[in-house]
């Protein structure tokens, strides 16, 4: 909770993936994820499923998914016959979906008495975020906060998820009431304008005096001095 523009009332800051991956799911077209033994072997298996023109197929190709479940390379036997049978075809076993049809990192604003979601601007879709930071950056009057991420643990045939460099976040105020709270009332900087920083596998981060201590999976933790 951060209340961004001295009213009172509290702004929550929500870390996601960001938009900078392969899914892009939306509320028409979510990301699907289903877990079942699909080819009786006695192990789970867990597929991703994703829409492509409109069309719902496995998000991993014919080779990889043949290691999981064989009998795929020998019910297709060409990489284009995969590749053009839609996921339902694929999979006739009907089982429950986990869906995710927004991966956007934002803030939820009090608008009308109900908190509504609203994104931040591209350059803070750049990467997943794990850790917000409140930290006056400007000296204003108005808090702003710096954003901490990354995600290395993917799954086959995804790249690692490494773009987020450490975002500032310079609140702007006016923008934000000018804009009706849409989530733009920021400017977006890389924390090396600020200082020297390299970009890691951020998990977590603590603000103890004038430095910042960032916590990086399987690697040391980093200080970060304003």
Known sequence: PIDLNNDGIQEF????????????????????????????????DLILSKYFAGVQHPIRGRECLSEQ???????????????TTPFQEIFSRKVKAEKATNFSNGVLILVNGKYQF?????????????????VEMNGDEYIDFIAFGNKYEVEIETPRYDANPGLVFINEKARLTASGGQ???????????????????????????????????????????L
């Open 118 to 134: 609203q994104p931040f601007d591209n350059f803070g879709q750049i990467g997943c975020i794990n850790k917000f930071i409140p």
């Open 183 to 225: 989530g733009k009332g920021f400017k977006i900087l890389p924390l090396q304008d600020f200082g020297p920083f390299v970009n890691k596998n951020a998990k977590d981060a603590i603000m103890i005096g004038n430095s910042i201590f960032i916590s990086n999976s399987g690697e040391s933790v980093d200080r970060y001095q």
């Open 13 to 44: 800051l929500v870390g996601n993936l960001g938009l900078n991956n392969k899914f892009h799911p939306t509320s028409e077209y979510p990301l699907s994820a289903q877990l079942a033994d699909f080819d009786s072997s006695g192990t789970l």
């Open 69 to 83: 479940i064989p009998e795929i390379s020998e019910r297709f036997k060409t990489y284009n016959e995969f590749a």
